[in-house]
């Protein structure tokens, strides 16, 4: 059996002593057993009429090759370069020269080296506060061995750690100043180790009640700056709003209303025009107060006051009065309406 890390070189050595009596053709074969007992064995390099054939195994192609140049000397051993977690296996390696026949079998275990190692500390460094001291490589193959130690001052290691020295986690209890320094911690496994450092300051407790309102009144600070911001947006956005309305309300182009006066006067003309329109015979039915009506939305009617008789109440008295002068159309001697 052979372990080696990954990235590394394997020999797997296959020697083997000729008999007078084989006097046959030399052939040497190379065979792998998967560790997934579902794949079949594969030809991986073979030695045959003085030739090497070395392109069977894809996976192995160009990293697999005999050791000794010479193969009739008795050396039929291969070195398996830049080693991966898929060449673990048995191997086989077979020597035939009629009437002569061996074969020797070796198994390969590909580990991966711990590396990558990162130590940390989990929890807060304050007298009297309990954390942990962690130490996690980042790959490396099962099983993994660790080793603390403190480097700044080896003697002043607390007696409480000694029985977790050797595991990934060191949990600290009611810490004191006696346990700062720089620590370190060793991963290993079969094929190769790692390290990293630890620098650890326990240090006194924090002003949290200090810590805490900072953080609340900082928060209503800004609280506030943003509801101020936002009051300013809506007062402008308002302002923008009733300019664009008072805006639009005043238009240049609509005319003014029509006086009543001129409601009045368009009224009584139309009454006019429709007199011309009528005979003689039609003017007796037609009562003459209908040139003084006018539409109730468009005049108010003057207070009402006792009817005089005409005769008797002088022109600037009816003008006080509120009346509306009317012409009354005269008749011509043809009896038309002028």
Same mark, same amino acid.
């Given at each position: 059996?052979?372990?080696?890390?990954?990235?590394?070189?394997?020999?797997?050595?296959?020697?083997?002593?000729?008999?007078?009596?084989?006097?046959?053709?030399?052939?040497?074969?190379?065979?792998?057993?998967?560790?997934?007992?579902? *794949?079949?064995?594969?030809?991986?390099?073979? /030695?045959?009429?003085?030739?090497?054939?070395?392109?069977?195994?894809?996976?192995?192609?160009?990293?697999?090759?005999?050791?000794?140049?010479?193969?009739?000397?008795?050396?039929?051993?291969?070195?398996?370069?830049?080693?991966?977690?898929?060449?673990?296996?048995?191997?086989?390696?077979?020597?035939?020269?009629?009437?002569?026949?061996?074969?020797?079998?070796?198994? &390969?275990?590909?580990?991966?080296?711990?590396?990558?190692?990162?130590? /940390?500390?989990?929890?807060?460094?304050?007298?009297?506060?309990?954390?942990? @001291?962690?130490?996690?490589?980042?790959?490396?193959? &099962?099983?993994?061995?660790?080793?603390?130690? *403190?480097?700044?001052?080896?003697?002043?290691?607390?007696?409480?750690? @000694?029985?977790?020295?050797?595991?990934?986690?060191?949990?600290?209890?009611?810490?004191?100043?006696? /346990?700062?320094?720089?620590?370190?911690?060793?991963?290993?496994?079969?094929?190769?180790?790692?390290?990293?450092?630890?620098?650890?300051?326990?240090?006194?407790?924090?002003?949290?009640?200090?810590?805490?309102?900072?953080?609340?009144?900082?928060?209503?600070?800004?609280?506030?700056?943003?509801?101020?911001?936002?009051?300013?947006?809506?007062?402008?956005?308002?302002?923008?709003?009733?300019?664009?309305?008072?805006?639009?309300?005043?238009?240049?182009?609509?005319?003014?209303? *029509?006086?009543?006066?001129?409601?009045?006067?368009?009224?009584?003309?139309?009454?006019?025009?429709?007199?011309?329109?009528?005979?003689?015979?039609?003017?007796?039915?037609?009562?003459?107060?209908?040139?003084?009506?006018?539409?109730?939305?468009?005049?108010?009617?003057?207070?009402?006051?006792?009817?005089?008789?005409?005769?008797?109440?002088?022109?600037?008295?009816?003008?006080?009065?509120?009346?509306?002068?009317?012409?009354?159309?005269?008749?011509?001697?043809?009896?038309?309406?002028?």
């Amino acid at each position: 059996m052979i372990e080696k890390a990954k990235g590394e070189t394997a020999y797997l050595p296959c020697k083997f002593t000729l008999s007078p009596d084989d006097q046959g053709p030399l052939d040497i074969e190379w065979l792998l057993s998967p560790a997934d007992n579902q *794949k079949v064995d594969q030809v991986i390099i073979l /030695y045959s009429g003085d030739k090497i054939y070395d392109d069977y195994y894809q996976d192995l192609k160009g990293r697999v090759h005999f050791t000794s140049s010479d193969l009739k000397a008795g050396d039929a051993s291969i070195n398996v370069t830049n080693l991966q977690l898929s060449d673990i296996g048995t191997y086989q390696c077979k020597v035939k020269k009629a009437p002569g026949v061996a074969n020797k079998k070796i198994q &390969l275990t590909v580990l991966v080296k711990p590396s990558g190692t990162r130590c /940390y500390i989990d929890g807060s460094e304050e007298i009297g506060s309990d954390f942990k @001291l962690k130490c996690e490589p980042k790959e490396g193959s &099962l099983p993994l061995q660790y080793e603390w130690q *403190k480097v700044s001052d080896p003697q002043k290691l607390p007696t409480s750690w @000694l029985a977790e020295m050797t595991s990934s986690v060191i949990n600290v209890k009611n810490a004191s100043t006696e /346990y700062s320094g720089t620590y370190s911690c060793t991963v290993r496994n079969r094929v190769g180790s790692d390290q990293c450092l630890l620098s650890l300051d326990v240090v006194p407790p924090s002003n949290r009640a200090g810590t805490i309102a900072g953080a609340i009144i900082g928060t209503l600070c800004a609280l506030l700056v943003i509801g101020f911001i936002i009051f300013c947006c809506l007062k402008k956005r308002r302002e923008e709003k009733y300019e664009k309305e008072v805006h639009h309300d005043i238009r240049e182009d609509v005319p003014p209303p *029509k006086s009543r006066t001129s409601t009045a006067r368009s009224y009584i003309g139309s009454n006019h025009s429709s007199l011309g329109s009528m005979s003689p015979s039609n003017m007796e039915g037609y009562s003459k107060t209908q040139y003084n009506q006018v539409p109730s939305e468009d005049f108010e009617r003057a207070p009402q006051s006792p009817t005089l008789p005409p005769a008797k109440v002088a022109a600037p008295n009816l003008s006080r009065m509120g009346a509306v002068p009317v012409m009354i159309p005269a008749q011509s001697k043809d009896g038309s309406i002028v």
